[in-house]
């Protein structure tokens, strides 16, 4: 799932190119949802423990209209204008992974069956949650449940990822949200985690900015592109005994795959024998997705109070009353006039002033921080 | 090389709890000219626009134009340690991560020294143009104040409007509306408790109530308040700082939605009606 351990490797060597928003802070924004992603999350964390699940009275599981329905109502209070973007068909490279998951997932079918026989409750929580799996009528379920709350949906041509990156590259949105990394990789200019968490969890939103990754990693593009295909990627396997620190250290050395590839000692490191490293930096760069021109326009309306109603309620045993609540919710929320921004009034300007702690001559930092380095070494010892 | 001293420092701590609640890291910047500061809230709704022109100050040293990034809540918990009486000298030296406060009371028995680390900040700058603004109001600032208190506890936003009748508070909440009208009057003893009206155009904008209510946090630093409105332009709530400065509150309005809402709406309506 995403590039392996690129959130840590951002945050020891590229700091600043995240940092932390509030939810409330992003009212009026347009924010594109990899559906499928948020999908998957509500299935393992919403109302299921052990082998039981939410389900409606056909015994179908309704964990993902109860999340779909409220998180998207949280959003759409806070103001946010949410855009969900729907899997299209994965590419080729992406097969082998998901037959990987596939099995895994069919192992854990089994390890699950045995540990429901044996009455380990740990062992079923584990493997229940691996069992879970995203299907198209889960998809489709969520797909009606968002157009009767008015909110746009868009099926992606391919990787949904690809396609909210590309919806945020034409400005269609402010921002690409997801828990995947791989959003950097396809170079969403500017991409949020954390944004679909439960308010209950506190945990604040993580902004990352593709820019200042670049320009803190000292790399460009398409050397990112490289870094996290050697990290670890869902279209190929990665060298074994490379990690994301490595495959820095290698990238600002040699400067592409290629020229690692020429430089590496083939013998510590074995090269995969089939290696599509160079498609899967063809998927990541040029992705298929809908051209600029052909994007829709993306339209948010009012809710069917109605639909909804005959949906959740008749058809998929939903409280009445708690569904009533939310379609209020939904109406307050398009009611409120949204908040401007200075930015939309005021341009920004170069600030004259020199800072006072960072204006110091190139010796001094230096000076410092060999300082800092040799006391953190004696305190060691 | 940074030398203030403010023989009335009782006026630095009262602009710091005037803008710590709305912004909690910001660059003060120091040039020949004054002590200033700008800075956003962390939704880029509101900005605080700080002067304080260096004539102001009893001695003012700025040898070259400096920024200090400061966390405002641990400056302002600094100057709580000032006495009311106190004079405040800024002092700060270049190349150093640090800016020192030095407090002396008014019969020089006691000086105290407080450090405190600088940080980092990114902050973006904003120009600020000179605008025309259609209606300017002075009104007591105590009185602004209250209203925005007032309205507060029924609504979350005001609707300010600007009429040849006077000035006019609106809000709508759960509980029912209220409105407060501000009529034009000079006739008072002092200059500091008239309303004063000027308008060329009628103008009629919606605010946040919980940006104003914090801007009021600057009511001790002046009698009298100035709120400038265009139509199209953040509005402007300006407070003087005794003959030497001012601090300005910027804050954008709340605007309707311009794109597709209405179709759908009417849309929907009409689905309703025969159900």
């Known amino acids: ?335 409120k006039s949204s908040q401007g921004r200075l930015e939309s009034f005021f341009k920004p300007t170069a600030s004259v002033s020199v800072p006072m702690k960072r204006k110091e001559t190139s010796t001094k930092p230096t000076k410092e921080a060999a300082n800092k380095k040799s006391k953190g070494g004696r305190r060691k010892k | 090389m940074l030398e203030l001293r403010l023989i009335q420092g009782s006026l630095l701590k009262k602009v710091l709890e005037a803008i710590k609640d709305l912004v909690t890291e910001a660059n003060f910047d120091c040039s020949a000219t004054g002590f200033s500061l700008q800075a956003m809230d962390s939704s880029h709704v509101a900005l605080v626009a700080l002067l304080l022109r260096s004539e102001g100050f009893d001695h003012y040293r700025c040898d070259r134009n400096l920024s200090m990034g400061i966390n405002l809540n641990n400056m302002s918990k600094m100057l709580r340690c000032a006495g009311p009486e106190d004079i405040i000298t800024i002092k700060g030296d270049d190349g150093t991560d640090t800016v020192t406060f030095m407090f002396e009371s008014q019969k020089q028995d006691k000086i105290s020294d407080f450090e405190m680390k600088l940080m980092d900040i990114d902050s973006e700058h904003l120009g600020i143009p000179d605008a025309e603004y259609q209606a300017i109001v002075r009104m007591p600032s105590a009185e602004f104040a209250r209203i925005c208190k007032d309205l507060g506890s029924i609504g979350d936003t005001v609707v300010i409007s600007v009429t040849k009748e006077g000035v006019k508070f609106f809000t709508r909440g759960d509980v029912g509306s209220a409105n407060i009208v501000c009529r034009q009057n000079t006739s008072v003893d002092k200059p500091e408790d008239s309303t004063v009206i000027e308008m060329n155009e009628p103008v009629s904008l919606t605010f946040a109530l919980r940006y104003m209510n914090s801007f009021t946090k600057a009511t001790t630093l002046s009698e009298v308040v100035t709120i400038s409105l265009s139509s199209e332009l953040p509005v402007v709530v300006e407070y003087k700082i005794a003959e030497m400065g001012y601090i300005r509150f910027y804050l954008a309005p709340k605007i309707e939605d311009e794109d597709e809402e209405m179709v759908p709406q009417n849309q929907a309506d009409v689905k309703a009606e025969p159900a």
Not at chain 1, 95 to 118: G, W
Not at chain 1, 237 to 262: N, P, V, Y
Not at chain 1, 267 to 272: G, K, T, V
Not at chain 1, 329 to 335: L, P, R, T, V
């Open chain 1, 1 to 335: 799932m995403g590039i392996k351990g690129l959130t840590k490797l951002l945050a020891d060597n590229a700091p600043k190119c995240m940092k932390e928003q509030k939810f409330e802070s992003y009212f009026g924004r347009k924010i594109a949802i990899d559906a499928s992603m948020s999908i998957y999350q509500f299935l393992i964390v919403i109302g299921r423990t052990g082998v039981e699940t939410l389900t409606n009275e056909a015994g179908e599981v309704t964990s993902h209209l109860q999340g779909m329905f409220t998180r998207t109502i949280r959003l759409l209070e806070a103001g946010i204008k949410p855009v969900y973007v729907f899997d299209g068909a994965p590419p080729d490279l992406k097969k082998q992974e998901l037959a990987k998951r596939y099995s895994k997932r069919a192992d854990a079918t089994e390890d699950l069956a045995e540990a429901v026989e044996t009455g380990d409750k740990e062992g079923i929580e584990k493997y229940s949650k691996r069992t879970v799996k995203v299907t198209k009528q889960h998809n489709d379920d969520c797909k009606r449940l968002l157009r009767l709350m008015g909110v746009p949906v868009v099926e992606a041509p391919s990787e949904a990822e690809a396609e909210c990156a590309a919806l945020c590259k034409n400005d269609k949105v402010y921002a690409v949200a997801s828990e995947d990394m791989d959003s950097l990789t396809f170079a969403a200019p500017r991409f949020l985690r954390h944004l679909m968490d439960p308010s209950s969890r506190k945990i604040p939103v993580m902004e990352f900015d593709v820019a200042k990754v670049l320009e803190e990693l000292e790399l460009t593009m398409d050397q990112f592109i490289d870094l996290c295909i050697l990290s670890g990627c869902d279209y190929c396997d990665s060298i074994r005994g490379i990690g994301g620190m490595t495959a820095l250290k290698l990238i600002r050395q040699h400067g592409s795959i290629e020229k690692i590839l020429e430089n590496i000692n083939k013998e510590r490191f074995q090269i995969p024998e089939i290696w599509p490293y160079q498609e899967a930096r063809r998927l990541f760069k040029e992705p298929v997705v809908t051209c600029a021109d052909q994007q829709p326009d993306l339209k948010w309306t009012s809710p069917d109070e109605e639909g909804i109603v005959a949906f959740l309620v008749n058809e998929n045993g939903f409280n009445n009353e708690r569904v009533l609540k939310g379609v209020e919710k939904i109406k307050a929320a398009k009611n």
